[in-house]
C-alpha cells in the first residue's frame, strides 16, 4: 500500500482521499511492517495504523487507533503464539 502513497475510492458517490505512511514496525517477530493511513472525506480526516508481525508460521495483523495498536501488540503477539 506504501508503494502507492496516495489513492482515491468511491464510496457510493462519496469519495474517500488515502494517504498512505510507512512507520517503524516494532522490533517483533521474523518480519513486520507497519504503515499509517489518514483517510479524508468531508473535511474530516480519520488515522489507522495498520501492523504486520511474522512470527514463526504465526502472521499477526492488527489495524486500528495508532495508540491502541502500539499499547496491545505484544499481547496480541503473545496471545496468538500460544494458540499455535
Known amino acids: 500500500m506504501t508503494g502507492c502513497p496516495e489513492y482515491q475510492v468511491l464510496v457510493g458517490s462519496t469519495a474517500i482521499d488515502i494517504t498512505t505512511q510507512k512507520t517503524a514496525p516494532p522490533p517483533l517477530g521474523d518480519e ?6 489518514t483517510f479524508s472525506a468531508g473535511g474530516q480526516d480519520t488515522v489507522v495504523k495498520q501492523t504486520a508481525i511474522r ?3 504465526v502472521l499477526l495483523i492488527v489495524s486500528g487507533s495508532p495508540a491502541l495498536v502500539d499499547q496491545h501488540l505484544d499481547k496480541a503477539l503473545t496471545k496468538a503464539a500460544a494458540a499455535r
Open 32 to 37: 513486520r511492517w507497519s504503515q499509517l493511513l
Open 55 to 57: 512470527d514463526g508460521n
